[in-house]
């Protein structure tokens, strides 16, 4: 075999094993090693060691260790500790752990829970009011912590079953709850973003900005969807009683949007704002989210020492997950790179002389179809890359690219039969809840997508507008 083929065996063996369940970032680094040892193999080097241990006068034991030492004298080894340091080193990885924390500890601060009921209350007289503040609550609160499941299971606790006993329909309802689950991936400060700008090496200033009016957009179709669904059926979204939804004076609801929604809101803003106005790195933005997340939950009265500690514990956990995709896939690409598989791709994807549309077309099926068995993170960081030296050869920009990267992966949690948002959504739902009608009340999100999709192909302005305006062309 050739050192391409033996790349596209490599290839292919990963993928193998990922269906069979095992652990994507330990097969990244076995497949790398493995493969790299092979890649990487110098005869003459090895045999210089063994030539050693056998002149050596010293105990059998020592010639032993030297035998051993040069089995590992292979520069793969060296590859891989090189690439541990590089992304443990990485400046802009650097803000996971942070806004990771962020998010954790927003989360068990029951901030949530009071915005929630502040904005059902303020959107009492709008047609599908709780749906629409479930929508609101879903976005603000996956834009502070980018966990798509943690959303999903804390508004399926929190407004999936005020929801249900408003009438809402079961359906509606599920998709309500799903689709605004997914935003967090998409509208910034989003770890998603984060994590494929330091895969591609873009800007994660002007990726933020180039995400804004796509991730507004998609939101505004939901809420879109959700008002006019309310207002064609009725039915699906019965006005709430004054029992449901008491009245309460201008003046007070006022102030519980000043004490819930507005320091959220502001928090995220901070963060956001100062890093697109070039006021701090994504690090420093994100240092000053976890602290204004800890000042939030003191001022709830929420922080607890238990409450505290599972905050660091998931963060710990997470940000060890990414690390290691990372140092896996750094590995695994840069062999599969040398043994010639990335030019073999990048030499078939030439013949087949295609447009730069039926490639996006074609990268976003492939990306779509990949997310239903894997999360967004082995994507962005394992196959992403595979597509980034293809963009220059169609002149498309590698900010538009993740965009549509990112709106792509929202299709992943909520596309059957792996939508991961229904499945979340589903193990903390009553029993009388069908898995089924959770799809059903996705596709109807999905088509919203689509449609986002589409308009960033035909207006791909949406994208650069800002980053054009705040940085320049």
């Not at 790299?36 to 063994?50: K, P, Q, V």
């Not at 500890?105 to 009921?117: G, S």
């Not at 320091?263 to 989210?289: D, Q």
């Not at 030439?350 to 993170?377: C, M, N, R, Y």
Request: charged fraction near 10%; charge should be neutral; aromatic fraction near 14%.
């Amino acid at each position: 075999m050739t050192d391409p083929q033996i790349a596209l065996l490599m290839l292919g063996l990963f993928l193998g094993a990922v269906m069979f369940g095992f652990p994507i970032a330990y097969t990244l680094m076995a497949m790398g090693i493995g493969f790299g040892y092979y890649a990487y193999f110098d005869a003459d080097r090895m045999w210089r060691s063994f030539y050693r241990a056998l002149r050596n006068e010293a105990d059998t034991f020592t010639q032993v260790q030297t035998w051993i030492e040069g089995l590992f004298n292979n520069r793969i080894f060296d590859l891989f500790i090189n690439q541990t340091y590089t992304v443990m080193s990485n400046e802009v990885l650097t803000a996971v752990p942070l806004f990771l924390f962020m998010g954790y500890i927003v989360e068990r601060a029951n901030i949530v829970d009071r915005l929630f009921y502040t904005l059902n209350i303020s959107a009492k007289n709008l047609p599908g009011s709780m749906g629409i503040a479930a929508l609101i609550t879903c976005a603000l609160f996956a834009t502070a912590t980018g966990i798509v499941g943690a959303v999903v299971t804390l508004m399926g606790l929190l407004a999936y079953p005020a929801m249900l006993k408003a009438r809402y329909n079961t359906s509606f309802a599920s998709g309500i709850i799903c689709a605004g689950g997914t935003l967090g991936i998409l509208i910034p400060p989003s770890i998603m973003l984060i994590v494929y700008a330091a895969a591609s090496g873009t800007s994660i200033v002007r990726l933020y900005a180039g995400a804004l009016l796509p991730g507004f957009m998609l939101a505004g179709l939901y809420l879109v969807y959700v008002v006019g669904r309310s207002v064609i059926q009725p039915e699906f979204a019965p006005k709430p009683s004054k029992d449901e939804v008491p009245d309460i004076p201008v003046l007070k609801v006022i102030w519980m949007l000043l004490t819930s929604f507005l320091p959220l809101a502001a928090l995220i803003l901070a963060v956001l704002g100062s890093i697109l106005g070039g006021l701090a790195t994504p690090s420093e933005a994100a240092s000053v989210g976890a602290m204004g997340g800890l000042l939030l939950a003191v001022a709830y009265r929420a922080l607890t020492w238990q409450r505290l500690r599972e905050s660091v514990y998931l963060t710990m956990r997470t940000t060890a997950m990414v690390c290691w995709l990372f140092v896996g896939s750094y590995t695994f690409s840069s062999v599969f790179s040398y043994l010639g598989g990335e030019q073999i791709i990048s030499e078939f994807v030439e013949h087949l002389d295609l447009s730069p549309v039926t490639f996006l077309l074609l990268a976003q099926l492939i990306i779509f179809l990949l997310g239903w068995p894997l999360e967004w993170s082995e994507i962005i960081i394992i196959f992403v890359p595979i597509f980034l030296p293809l963009l220059p050869q169609f002149g498309i920009d590698p900010i538009f690219f993740g965009i549509l990267v990112a709106l792509n992966l929202q299709t992943s949690f909520l596309t059957p039969p792996m939508a991961m948002s229904a499945y979340y959504l589903k193990g903390i739902a009553p029993p009388q809840v069908k898995l089924t009608e959770i799809f059903r009340g996705c596709m109807p999100f999905l088509v919203m997508v689509f449609i986002s999709m589409f308009m960033i192909y035909v207006f791909p302005e949406i994208v650069f507008y800002l980053p054009d305006v705040f940085y320049g062309k």
